[in-house]
């Protein structure tokens, strides 16, 4: 057979057929929906309408088996580190844990309904009660959450894990031991070794405005409020003050300091304003707010927050939680602006001593992280201490700017969670309705016990290197939360609603 017509550059060109009979074995209509090959310049809905076509693309087929073998290399590494897998049941009872319910009426029991889990959590502390030191399952979890591009909508999947006689420290060992390997396997990218550094809550909010901080970006938020204590300008009276600092900032041009302003001022971030100003090479201080900055100010921003010359720095001023979320979301904007944003690695963090409770949007005190959390003093501390005071065994893991884990020391005695909860605006008859299983199991000898719970999604979408979470998933939903594929979720016949006792009132027909 002749070899000139080889074709090295595509998969099949070294190979040749010569048909003596062709039988059609599934028929095709003559035009496709879209070009599969080159699916990036599709619309996303249409994709997800004919799924089925999208996972024939290459790369999308790619990430959806490097899934199965991700999923796998964790179950192995859970396997030989002594952790059991235990599935847990997906119809359970209704808990608040931070988002809402996805509610399932039983036709059995009318007017009554369970709940699919936000999180297997009452569960895996029932294991540790029933003396299983070491749980571990790929937990399908489902909130009713907004969709994200680094969060699926209704369902999600994570490496759910817990330990018995165990602490913080002893979780993060795990943690250190399998998403390094896992990360490590399927990338060449460099991955952070463990230990992984440990940021307090609080020193996160001040030096990154977020709890959930990409440690590739090279700047850092500091608070200037003592400097500008005397200043005559208005914008800075009585209002925390946050600076960042650019190295080389100066060579920027006006376009690049009014697209921040303009930036800084979107609803999104909420900014009345951005103010900033030049140090030039000469050591002068020029544009936007320079004729506010006396010489004195002028010597302590040089010297105690490293302001030299050729450097720009942007002044947000608010109320202090307000100040802070406005300079983190600058701090992204000018990394990604000025590309200052590490590239081919992977850098971890754990946020840590989270506080135990927050107010709530009426005012009320509600629980910030975990409700099921250990309170830092215990006890002692939620009789004595002020709730907004009060820090909590409560841990996120973090990898370039997603959270990426979550987990704590779990409250394992039924009278420190029974204080807690009141705190919260529970009663203890609440405690025993609403979390009765746990109630009851805790008074009869409960080991001490913590936990994490990696998200797998989120995982597999940055070793992918992909910004968007349904590109790792076979079948997702859209951004509405539909399922275009399935033309889910769907009206139903009034028969099934008649099955589980349910009738629809006009204003939602």
């Known amino acids: 057979m002749e070899r000139a017509s080889k074709n090295l550059k595509i998969p099949t060109g070294e190979i040749e057929v010569v048909a003596k009979k062709l039988e059609v074995l599934g028929k095709c209509k003559n035009v496709l929906p879209f070009e599969i090959n080159n699916n990036q310049e599709v619309r996303e809905d249409l ?29 192995d590494k859970m396997d030989e580190l002594g952790f059991a897998e235990i599935q847990t049941p997906i119809l359970a009872n209704s808990s608040p844990e931070g988002a809402r319910d996805y509610l399932v009426p039983s036709r059995i029991n009318a007017g009554e309904f369970y709940a699919l889990p936000q999180a297997p959590q009452q569960f895996k502390q029932l294991l540790m009660v029933s003396g299983f030191d070491k749980y571990f399952q790929i937990a399908p979890c489902f909130r009713d959450e907004d969709p994200r591009a680094d969060r699926a909508p209704g369902e999600f999947y994570q490496l759910d894990f817990e330990m018995a006689f165990s602490t913080q420290e002893d979780v993060f060992k795990v943690i250190e031991e399998v998403i390094p390997y896992t990360f490590k396997k399927f990338t060449n990218w460099k991955v952070d070794e463990g230990p992984f550094l440990r940021i307090p809550y609080k020193e996160a909010m001040e030096k990154y405005g977020i709890d959930k901080p990409d440690l590739r970006n090279p700047l850092v938020i500091q608070d200037v409020t003592a400097v500008f204590e005397h200043s005559d300008f208005n914008a800075f009276k009585g209002k925390t003050i946050k600076a960042i600092v650019i190295p080389n900032g100066a060579l920027q041009g006006r376009k690049f300091f009014d697209k921040m302003t303009e930036f800084a001022t979107t609803e999104e971030v909420g900014a009345k304003g951005l103010a900033w100003t030049k140090w030039e090479e000469t050591g002068d201080v020029s544009g936007g707010i320079a004729k506010f900055i006396t010489e004195e100010m002028k010597q302590v921003l040089e010297t105690k927050y490293n302001v030299q010359k050729n450097s720009a720095v942007f002044f947000i001023a608010d ?32 946020i840590v001593d989270f506080p135990m409770y927050e107010l709530s949007d009426e005012g009320t005190i509600d629980f910030s992280h975990n409700p099921f959390s250990m309170p830092q003093g215990g006890l002692e501390a939620l009789e004595n201490k002020d709730p907004l005071e009060i820090l909590a065994y409560q841990y996120d893991l973090v990898c370039n700017g997603y959270e990426m884990a979550s987990g704590a020391v779990r409250n394992h005695n039924p009278e420190i969670m029974v204080k807690a909860f009141e705190i919260a605006g529970y009663s203890e008859e609440d405690v025993k309705n609403r979390f009765g299983a746990l109630y009851n199991a805790f008074q009869y000898g409960t080991p001490p016990h913590a936990g994490a719970a990696p998200g797998i999604d989120r995982m597999i979408m940055l070793i992918v290197n992909s910004k968007n979470i349904r590109e790792v998933i076979a079948f997702p939903k859209n951004k509405k939360a539909r399922d275009l594929l399935m033309n889910a979720p769907s009206v139903v016949d009034e028969q099934q609603l008649k099955d589980v006792h349910i009738q629809l009132r006009e204003e939602n027909v």
Not at 47 to 75: A, G, M, P, W
Not at 319 to 339: C, F, S, T, Y
């Open 319 to 350: 109320e202090l939680e307000k100040a802070q979320k406005i300079a983190g979301l600058v701090r992204i904007e000018l990394g990604q602006k000025l590309n200052l944003i590490e590239e081919g690695v992977y850098k971890f963090c754990f």
């Open 47 to 75: 994709r997800l309408e004919y799924r089925f076509l999208d996972l024939r693309n290459q790369d999308l087929h790619n990430n959806i088996l490097l899934r199965s073998k991700v999923l796998k290399t964790l179950r």
